[in-house]
């Protein structure tokens, strides 16, 4: 009896010192604290469209993120896009600060005035770098996916939202039915976030968009500049082919974060 009594004091005591699991981060409050001026992430994005008999268009867009007290202020990325099976892979690099868009890339040098080598868009207002349907970076967004979750099992948030959930995500701006799959790391901050929408006309033609983004180097210092203003044009005074293809690749990034700011 004195042993059994000794292995219940010994076992309660093993108990009792074993610290208590700490609670998992919450996502919301760890995005908010990375909002900090200067400090950003690093993305690295691939999507795709695809259309019933129709060769599939891939965009990819790596690139950084700089934040501010409220969220992303600036963006540093670079776009590879194949918008057609017969255009060439075009690559640009652009800039978004204080909600103007600045680009350069092949094709546009040689339409460009002595000096130049920037093209300036203007308004951000359908401009972020991302292809996903809505955005993360949105604390109210990023809360509303984690809640909408058909499962969560280590860390990955897996769901879908109706074309009305998404219209109220979005503050009414609309959009298809989506599927995602949203990872969260150990600090709690998104490292990957996928999502799928498909839009069919009857049973013969339809259209599946799906974009994939890693997250990474979260925190990390960043400074992102608007480029000489002496090297800038604005679009409104060149004509170039590469840049309505250039345009037209755009039109793959929906959202309004950076506009919002």
Known sequence: ??????????????????????AAPDPVKALQKQFVAGHGVKISE???????????????????????????????????????????????????VNKQVYAQGQGLEEDLPEGKTWVRFGSTANVTGTSHPVDIFRPAVLKGLLSHARSVKSGLYSGSLTAKQLRKLNKDRGGLPMDY???????????????SSDLNFGKWWGVRETADTRYS???????????????????????????DEMLEALQLIPNEALASR
Do not use: C
């Open 1 to 22: 009896m004195k042993r059994v009594l000794a292995a219940a004091v010994a076992a309660a005591a093993l108990v009792t010192a074993t610290p208590a699991q700490a």
């Open 46 to 96: 691939v999507s795709r469209m695809e259309a019933t008999d129709a060769a599939p268009s891939t965009s990819r867009v790596t690139g950084t993120y700089a934040f501010g007290d409220s969220g992303i202020v600036a963006a540093d990325l670079t776009l590879r896009s194949k918008p057609k099976k017969s255009s060439p892979v075009m690559t640009f690099h652009f800039l978004i």
């Open 181 to 195: 799959r949203l990872h969260i790391g150990p600090t709690g901050l998104p490292s990957r976030f996928r999502t």
């Open 217 to 243: 180097a979260w925190g990390h210092k960043v400074t992102i500049e608007a480029p000489p203003e002496e090297q800038v044009i604005d679009s409104k005074d060149i004509e170039n082919t590469e840049l």
